[in-house]
């Protein structure tokens, strides 16, 4: 896989791009997207392959602020047809085949960040939490009562639709080469470079929600609801034009069925940043990284020493282990 092709065609279309108006250029982003090798591509069969990209795209996202110029113009028509056969071939590929599986239960890696002076996630008292979690939410919900209802007013708060906050422990598979791809996948990422991930194992028969879609993420908030419109309504209609009714999953009621809720990364791809409707409202999947699953109970228990990673560059694909100390 080769960086962008260096031809007329695609110089004209990235500037397109850059500007937010692809009117006029899908032909030249069609004709550079023609030159890919969908070849090198199909027959990748690193599981690492592809990390790099799509580390770049998790980073990208944003639930605060509108659209930018290069959102604006992949929303054209066009540029969906262009890039289409780029996209099919990406996801048949060996190298993405791990982007639609559930979650491993034997193979889950829980990223703590050592540059990061917060408090750390708990192997215990996960009922607890998420009862915080829900009177905090709640709270929140009720204070934005005196916030404006133009959902255009200049206010910014809480974006997430995560549990985000609540100390739960929240893992990742390993890939070869990564300790954990939930280091390189983060979304909103604060620098940091150095983690260890600690393997945990879930006891047997866990229930574990898989979102894989958007109809799985509606689903759960149309069986769990918490209502979030206050709070969320100003960042949510910058990111979508929505002016009704916002919902979010109740975790804490969540927790009462399942012991854990995942994102695979096609489910991911596929939800994230989009207004869903659900019962004459709209839910948005926010602040959740690929891959993730938050472990609602106290299900999960250290399954062997942790291993010690620091990240090779500005890279956020690029780690390499160390020692431990």
């Not at 890919?36 to 392959?49: H, K, Y």
């Not at 470079?193 to 393997?199: D, G, K, S, V, W």
């Not at 509606?218 to 919902?247: E, F, I, K």
């Not at 560059?313 to 390499?320: L, Y």
């Given at each position: ?154 206010y910014s708060g809480h974006w997430w639709s995560a549990p985000a906050h609540a100390r739960l422990i929240a893992t990742s598979r390993a890939l070869p080469g990564i300790g954990a791809v939930g280091l390189a996948l983060v979304e ?138």
């Open positions: 896989m080769s960086d962008a092709p260096a031809a007329p065609s695609w110089d004209r279309a990235w500037a397109a791009v850059q500007s937010g108006d692809l009117a006029g250029h899908a032909d030249d982003l069609a004709a550079s997207a023609a030159l890919a090798d969908l070849t090198a591509i199909s027959g990748a069969e690193d599981s690492l392959a592809l990390l790099p990209p799509l580390a770049d795209a998790v980073e990208m996202a944003m639930y605060w602020q509108e659209p930018d110029p290069v959102d604006l113009a992949l929303h054209d028509d066009g540029a969906r047809e262009a890039l289409r056969p780029i996209a099919r071939v990406i996801a048949e590929s060996a190298a993405a085949r791990w982007w639609p599986e559930p979650a491993p239960r034997g193979d889950q890696r829980h990223v703590e960040w050592l540059d990061h002076d917060g408090p750390g996630a708990l192997l215990s008292g996960a009922g607890e939490e998420l009862a915080r979690w829900r009177s905090a939410a709640l709270a929140e919900e009720r204070s934005a009562a005196a916030l404006p209802a133009d959902p255009a007013a200049p909103d990422p604060h620098g940091w470079i150095e983690a260890r991930c600690l393997p945990v194992l879930p006891r047997p028969g866990v229930r574990v929600w898989e979102i894989s879609g958007p109809g799985q993420w509606a689903d759960l908030v149309a069986r769990y609801p918490l209502d979030v419109t206050r709070s969320r309504r100003h960042d949510w209609w910058r990111v979508t034009g929505w002016s009704g009714s916002w919902l979010m999953p109740d975790f804490a009621a969540v927790a009462a069925d399942y012991d854990a809720v995942h994102l695979t990364v096609l489910g991911y791809l596929t939800t994230a940043g989009r207004a869903l409707p659900v019962d004459g409202a709209r839910t948005m999947l926010a602040g959740w990284d690929p891959d993730t699953t938050y472990w609602l109970s106290d299900c999960v228990e250290p399954a062997g020493p942790a291993t010690w990673w620091r990240r090779n560059s500005d890279d956020p694909a690029r780690w390499h282990q160390v020692p431990a100390r």
